[in-house]
């Protein structure tokens, strides 16, 4: 089974709507990492959340973990075709900053 | 932040050749990693290089299939052997220092073996 659930798995939205995704793991989240990949690229970091309740933000994208440390969400505010992509979570769920175990990812389509 | 290249960006193999992939970074790392993603899936981890050392693999990857070289901080390569279709895939290098709040990629080997 898949240790990180990312949903929804696919997600079309109109510009300047908000959205939000989700990244799941039965196990503790030591870090949680959020990447964007455009289509035949590298992953492009976003940012990485480590203690329970942490929220950061940059730009238009607000990343939480919540407080059990199992869940984290992405929130896109008044999104544009600049958004687009795949988003992937990457998480420490061994602790000891140990290696990353990412989901499947969710595909992001910004309808102008 | 670290900036992470990749060579080659992309190739076109035959069956049952090699390839070899290099990975700079352009500062000294402690943890570097080799990442599958096939397509449409998620990274895969396939081993941690680490420095003057055999890499640490991932179940299901194996050396003979995958060695890896990792001589100093900087640079690590990626050996894809004996390839079939099936290892088709992008390959990824990513780095991380233990207490830093970000993970780095390079922009991938893109991998096509006919």
């Known amino acids: 089974s898949q240790e990180l659930e990312q949903s929804p798995q696919s997600l079309i939205v109109q510009e300047g709507k908000n959205l939000t995704i989700n990244c799941t793991s039965s196990?503790?989240?030591?870090?949680l990492y959020w990447y964007k990949q455009k289509y035949g690229e590298g992953l492009i970091f976003l940012m990485m959340?480590?203690?329970?309740?942490e929220e950061k933000s940059h730009e238009k994208i607000t990343a939480k973990l919540d407080e059990k440390k199992q869940q984290s969400s992405l929130h896109i505010t008044a999104s544009q075709p600049s958004h687009a992509g795949i988003y992937l979570c990457?998480?420490?769920?061994?602790?000891?900053?140990?290696?990353?175990?990412f989901g499947k990812g969710i595909t992001l389509s910004v309808r102008p | 932040s670290a900036v992470i290249s990749q060579k080659p960006s992309r190739d076109i193999c035959q069956r049952g050749t090699s390839l070899t992939i290099q990975c700079q970074v352009d500062s000294q790392v402690t943890m570097m990693f080799w990442y599958r993603q096939q397509p449409g899936q998620s990274l895969t981890l396939i081993a941690t290089a680490n420095q003057g050392s055999e890499a640490t693999y991932e179940s299901g990857f194996v050396i003979d299939k995958f060695p890896i070289s990792r001589p100093n901080l900087t640079f690590s390569t990626l050996t894809v052997s004996n390839m079939s279709p099936e290892d088709s895939s992008i390959y990824l290098c990513?780095?991380?220092?233990?207490?830093?709040?970000?993970?780095?990629f390079g922009p991938g080997t893109r991998l096509l073996v006919l």
């Open positions: 959340l480590q203690k329970g309740g």
């Open positions: 196990k503790t989240l030591y870090g």
């Open positions: 990457g998480a420490d769920i061994a602790g000891a900053n140990s290696k990353l175990t």
């Open positions: 990513s780095a991380r220092t233990p207490g830093r709040e970000t993970q780095y």
